[in-house]
């Protein structure tokens, strides 16, 4: 499975962005696939995950009601809309693939930098 990440940015604090994920290789709707971001010096965390029929997943409170998550099959793409950006959403953004439901990520792409400036 092959990743490619794009849409990261400069944005200012309450701005938006949609990072995309364009995923090669594997039958897309076989694949799980969710987002993750590590800030600097900061471990690499949960975001966002979509099942194979579309079922979002959000990571904590702070990110419902901003961050949504969607996938295209015509385009083999998911893609991670962020509203409301705020400093703390500053991180590089990882997309990762899986093919066992419940089993880990373990395919990764490279990651697509996001800052929000205040």
């Known amino acids: 499975v092959q990743l490619q990440a794009s849409g990261g940015g400069l944005v200012q604090a309450g701005g938006s962005l949609t990072l995309s994920c364009a995923a090669s290789?594997?039958?897309?709707?076989?694949?799980?696939m969710g987002w993750y971001r590590q800030a600097p010096g900061g471990e690499r965390e949960f975001v966002a995950g979509i099942s194979r029929s579309g079922s979002v997943t959000l990571a904590n409170d702070s990110e419902k009601g901003r961050f949504t998550m969607f996938r295209d099959s015509g385009k083999n793409t998911v893609y991670l809309q962020m509203n409301s950006l705020k400093p703390e959403d500053t991180a590089v953004y990882y997309c990762?693939?899986?093919?066992?439901?419940?089993?880990?990520?373990?395919?990764w792409g490279q990651g697509t930098q996001v800052t929000v400036s205040s």
């Open positions: 990762g693939a899986k093919t066992i439901l419940t089993g880990p990520y373990v395919y």
């Open positions: 290789g594997h039958p897309f709707n076989r694949l799980g």
